[in-house]
Each structure stands twice: as structure tokens, then as C-alpha cells.
Antibody, heavy 125, light 107 residues
Framework: EVQLVESGGGSVQPGGSLRLSCAASGFTFSRYAMSWVRQAPGKGLEWVSSISSSGDSTYSADSVKGRFTISRDESKNTLHLQMNSLRAEDTAVYFC??????????????????WGIGTTVTVSS | DIQMTQSPSSLSASVGDRVTITCRASQGISNYLAWYQQKPGKVPKLLIYAASTLQSGVPSRFTGSGSGTDFTLTINSLQLEDVATYYCQKCNSAPFTFGPGTKVVIK
């Protein structure tokens, strides 16, 4: 069974740091790009960061650029999100998601087809 | 950056109704668009990718269409279990922005 399990969430003061992890199983982790998506309480989905299958390319939303770093550990089939200089507005449930490709008519389309259950981050003094 | 909007922000419809949700990109994204369903308290679920391709296991009453800047998600014959918030997402290049969501409730 394809599964993603996040961990590492918790409560932290503004300016603090947290490292989220996402353990992947049931698929060949090294073949897929991965992403983090967050959802603040009562709000919509916000894309946070993505990393290519090789780890060579990373992308981040402007709201977290320079503060959050996405990485992957192929030896442990694990995705990470290092979050520094946390702010109250970073309070959210953080989901990891598998980016899957589908090639049709010569074009490759990506989509998030597997999601973890999320881990909660609360930033408050 | 390309902005994604959705309309309406919420809607109320009866079981059996046909429901249409619109997603608009501020610039053309070809058909690099996905739709997700998030039921209350649950994890988002992929419904449609490449604007119109139904994900495996998703009921055929869900259909997607559009290209360029304007997209629609249609639920043909709304069911009780379709109560959820629906999000579109641009998938052509970063930032992979989501729309603000459309909440669907039963009348």
C-alpha cells in the first residue's frame, strides 16, 4: 500500500525552528517528485515547497522562501522540511504529497495523487 | 506569478442536481490543471488531472473541462457524499498555486 506518514509537528515560539519528516512506503521513492502543502485552520490549501525526484531542483512559495528548506533522504525514503524563523502565520497542518507524472500525447502532466494525513505546526508565544 | 480564482466560493444544491465550479488562471496554463476534493476533516483527494482526465477510482459523475485560462469541474447528479470543498491547482510550473476553494453543501 502506498503510504506517506508525516511527523515532527508541534508547538514552537515565534522565531523558532522545526523539522518535519514524511516517511514514504509502498512505492519507489526515488522515482517521484514530492511536495509539502499546508492548510491553516479554517483556510484553504497552500502549496509550500516541492523537490524533484533527483533532489537537484527545489521550489518554494514566496511566503516561505529563505526560511524553509525541502530535502529528501533516499536511503531512508524520507522527505524533510526544515522550517526556521517560524511565524504565527505558519501555523497550519502540513501535508506531504507525492507528485505523479502522466504522459499523454507527448506532454507530461503532474498531480498530487497520494497525500499523508498531515502533521500540525503551531507557532505561538 | 499566475493567480488562481474559483467561483462560486460556496454553493448549495439538491441531491441529483448538476453542479458546476469554475476555476480561472490569470494567465494561460494550457491544460496543466488538477482538481481535488477535501471532505470535512479529511485529507485532499485527487479527482482530475490534465484538466479533464479522471483519476482512477473517481466516480464518473465528476468531469473536468477547459484549457488556457478557464476551467470547470462538473458534478453530474450531486450525491450526499460529495459534500466537500473543491480546489483547483495549476501544475505547469512553480509556484503550484491552489485556487481558494469552493464549498459544496446539500440544500
Amino acid at each position: 500500500e502506498v503510504q506517506l506518514v508525516e511527523s515532527g509537528g508541534g508547538s514552537v515560539q515565534p522565531g523558532g525552528s522545526l523539522r518535519l519528516s514524511c516517511a514514504a512506503s509502498g512505492f519507489t521513492f526515488s522515482r517521484y517528485a514530492m511536495s509539502w502543502v499546508r492548510q491553516a485552520p479554517g483556510k484553504g490549501l497552500e502549496w509550500v515547497s516541492s523537490i524533484s525526484s533527483s533532489g537537484d531542483s527545489t521550489y518554494s512559495a514566496d511566503s516561505v522562501k529563505g526560511r524553509f528548506t525541502i530535502s529528501r533522504d533516499e536511503s531512508k525514503n524520507t522527505l524533510h522540511l526544515q522550517m526556521n524563523s517560524l511565524r504565527a502565520e505558519d501555523t497550519a497542518v502540513y501535508f506531504c504529497a507525492k507528485w505523479s507524472p502522466s504522459t499523454m500525447h507527448g506532454d507530461t502532466y503532474y498531480y498530487m495523487d497520494v497525500w499523508g494525513i498531515g502533521t500540525t505546526v503551531t507557532v505561538s508565544s | 506569478d499566475i493567480q488562481m480564482t474559483q467561483s462560486p466560493s460556496s454553493l448549495s444544491a439538491s441531491v441529483g442536481d448538476r453542479v458546476t465550479i469554475t476555476c480561472r488562471a490569470s494567465q494561460g496554463i494550457s491544460n496543466y490543471l488538477a482538481w481535488y476534493q477535501q471532505k470535512p476533516g479529511k485529507v485532499p483527494k485527487l479527482l482530475i488531472y490534465a484538466a479533464s482526465t479522471l483519476q482512477s477510482g473517481v466516480p464518473s459523475r465528476f468531469t473536468g473541462s477547459g484549457s488556457g485560462t478557464d476551467f470547470t469541474l462538473t458534478i453530474n447528479s450531486l450525491q450526499l457524499e460529495d459534500v466537500a470543498t473543491y480546489y483547483c491547482q495549476k501544475c505547469n510550473s512553480a509556484p503550484f498555486t491552489f485556487g481558494p476553494g469552493t464549498k459544496v453543501v446539500i440544500k
